[in-house]
């Protein structure tokens, strides 16, 4: 729940109603301390308190958190796909370009792997990840586990404590889609 966006929410709300803390406290019985620290994301309001400050608004409680989820929601173009290089790769770059990326819940990637690269050693870390293959094929090794061949519309999910790496073998370059719920650090 993000305690600010409710917060600021909430104080649009009185605003619009041309309200004053006061006047929303008299109306909602929720003591004028509690109202401005909720409005600037200061406190978690329990339930009673979130419903009595909405019916004195007249605010449907969970339109709050209908209207927070609008807030989350990102749309990026193809052109805006600004690429960087993460590794080289038997003097190749592999690059990757941001898709998507949320308040370290979760990215998205796109990830191109020239001809006879990989990623390096295993990787471990928190999370999962999801890799979808969009062009060409790879092969993804999972520590213990046997080698999967990905090809195109192929897709491989597994948490991040299992060591993780890939090799592209081929002569053509792999395009991926790769998923995390890992934080990620530039």
């Not at 400050?53 to 749309?75: M, N, Q, R, T």
């Not at 050693?121 to 979808?132: K, N, P, Q, R």
């Not at 597994?158 to 990620?184: A, C, K, Q």
Request: hydrophobic letters at 35%; proline letters at 5%; a negative charge.
């Amino acid at each position: 729940m993000d305690l600010e966006f409710i917060g600021a929410l909430l104080k649009q709300h009185r605003i619009d109603k041309n309200m004053s803390i006061r006047d929303l406290s008299n109306i909602s019985n929720v003591a004028s301390s509690t109202i401005s620290q909720i409005e600037t994301g200061k406190n978690a309001p329990n339930l009673l308190t979130l419903k009595a400050i909405c019916d004195a608004l007249d605010v449907p409680v969970f339109s709050l958190f209908i209207e927070e989820d609008h807030s989350k929601i990102k749309y990026m173009k193809r052109e805006d796909h600004e690429p960087f290089v993460r590794n080289t790769s038997n003097g190749s770059f592999v690059k990757e370009a941001f898709l998507v990326q949320g308040k370290n819940e979760m990215y998205a990637a796109l990830v191109e792997t020239p001809p006879h690269s990989d990623s390096g050693s295993y990787s471990h870390h928190g999370g999962e990840e999801l890799v979808f293959i969009l062009e060409g094929h790879l092969t993804f090794y999972l520590e213990g586990h046997k080698p999967y061949e990905l090809g195109p519309f192929d897709t491989l999910y597994y948490p991040n404590y299992i060591g993780h790496r890939w090799s592209n073998d081929s002569d053509e370059m792999v395009r991926m889609l790769m998923v995390s719920t890992s934080p990620y650090n530039f």
